[in-house]
T-cell receptor, first 115, second 110 residues
Framework: GAGVSQTPSNKVTEKGKYVELRCDPI?????LYWYRQSLGQGPEFLIY????????DSGLPNDRFFAVRPEGSVSTLKIQRTERGDSAVYLC?????????????FGPGTRLLVL | SQELEQSPQSLIVQEGKNLTINCTSS?????LYWYKQKYGEGLIFLMM?????EEKSHEKITAKLDEKKQQSSLHITASQPSHAGIYLC??????????FGKGTKLSVKP
């Protein structure tokens, strides 16, 4: 079946602009995670959804970052007033349920470059 | 907070050689994941270990979790160019999110 998909694959924007990154999880997966990966680093947790609600947003760096999952499937990560430091690969993952034993399947990521 | 340290940071091996990558946790591991990442692609799930002493294999890749559940190793036998990439270990956090090491970059010379 289809895996996790993310769009766009690449996004170049100017400092101060607003961007939206989209994630389509595997069908039927209730848990959805967003991570951010900087060059030479492992992915860092941003936010987690169980169904439609953000169960844990403790990884969001500041209030410029916001994510939604209105119907419990597709999720959008929104970044306001982008800064050069926001440049990174944004990864989305989904799992069947939210337990440490459930494998998370990752999408290909969105490469964001803020000029 | 839990931290994962991977060693080595990078590795260059001749095709056909064996190699081992290590992942050490600052706290007891309750679930340890190994992923592989290639440039332009997302993370590909390799294996998940939960029990102390557990060992799993897939094709030429074997992963182990030590008895104390604070260290895992990934061993590749008879490496091939297709094994090249970045190997990441991830520990399951209390909320289900994963905490990752910085990765080990593997290059295989033909």
């Amino acid at each position: 079946g289809a895996g996790v998909s993310q769009t766009p694959s690449n996004k170049v924007t100017e400092k101060g602009k607003y961007v939206e990154l989209r994630c389509d999880p595997i069908s039927g997966h209730t848990a959805l995670y967003w991570y951010r990966q900087s060059l030479g680093q492992g992915p860092e947790f941003l936010i987690y959804f169980q169904g439609t609600g953000a169960a844990d947003d403790s990884g969001l760096p500041n209030d410029r970052f916001f994510a939604v999952r209105p119907e419990g499937s597709v999720s959008t990560l929104k970044i306001q007033r982008t800064e050069r430091g926001d440049s990174a690969v944004y990864l989305c993952a989904s799992s069947l349920y939210r337990t440490p034993q459930e494998t998370q399947y990752f999408g290909p990521g969105t490469r964001l470059l803020v000029l | 907070s839990q931290e994962l340290e991977q060693s080595p940071q990078s590795l260059i091996v001749q095709e056909g050689k064996n190699l081992t990558i290590n992942c050490t946790s600052s706290k007891t591991l309750y679930g340890l994941y190994w992923y592989k990442q290639k440039y332009g692609e997302g993370l590909i799930f390799l294996m998940m270990l939960q029990k102390g002493g557990e060992e799993k294999s897939h094709e030429k890749i074997t992963a182990k979790l030590d008895e104390k559940k604070q260290q895992s190793s990934l061993h590749i036998t008879a490496s091939q160019p297709s094994h090249a990439g970045i190997y990441l270990c991830g520990a399951a956090g209390s909320q289900g999110n994963l905490i990752f090491g910085k990765g080990t970059k593997l290059s295989v010379k033909p």
